[in-house]
């Protein structure tokens, strides 16, 4: 079902969670056949013919036509059949999202939140996985002192890599997190792109399970 649904700066940006079962989902569609080989020919793993199918029946709520996906060779998504629609996608653990927009190319990603009690952030190897892997991805210029705030940084990047079209992207050399508040779960900062001296607008929202950012290039 469709979970979130908002217009911004030209992007629509919609998260559907899934709480249906595989046949239910097939069952959303009008050619559930095509759907379902696809589905069956490329994945062995239910979960991830139940994620699959999760966005194409989200498409075809929004859209309210079924719309074939094809990938670039740069792997992004596209939609041959719906001309001048950009549209990109993300999925966590119980969610899909979709960013459209007819006037820019679209970036969109969720990252799930890791939930732990509060013993287990003394051991190392239960570490949120965002944690582990901090001095990856963040600058020593950026700052983040939540959790929250570091699945930000990550999404952010991983955001606007999406829309960049080019390969190679160091996530600590290339892109800059300006300072934001962290206390607030809706809203936008800014990313500079610092290969190209261009800065991005990432708009942002924090659920309960999850987090989400979306960002376009004109």
Partial sequence: MIYYDKQTDGIRVVVWHVTEEYEELLGMLPDADSVQNEAEQQFSSEFRRVEWTAVRVLLYTVLDRQVHI??????????????????????????????????????????????????????????????????????????AETLVGMLLHWSAKETVFKVLGREGVDFQDEMKVQPFDETQYEGDFQLEDMKEDDTYIIYYKVFDDFVLTYTKRS
């Fill in 70 to 143: 094809s990938y670039n060779e740069q792997g992004a998504p596209m939609l041959p059949d719906y001309e001048g629609l950009h549209i990109s996608i993300s999925h966590t653990k119980g969610y899909v999202a979709i960013a459209l927009s007819e006037t820019a190319v679209v970036g969109i990603d969720v990252e799930q939140i890791e939930r732990l009690n509060n013993n287990q952030f003394d051991d190392k190897e239960k570490m949120p996985r965002v944690e582990k892997v901090r001095n990856r991805f963040m600058r020593d210029d950026e700052y």
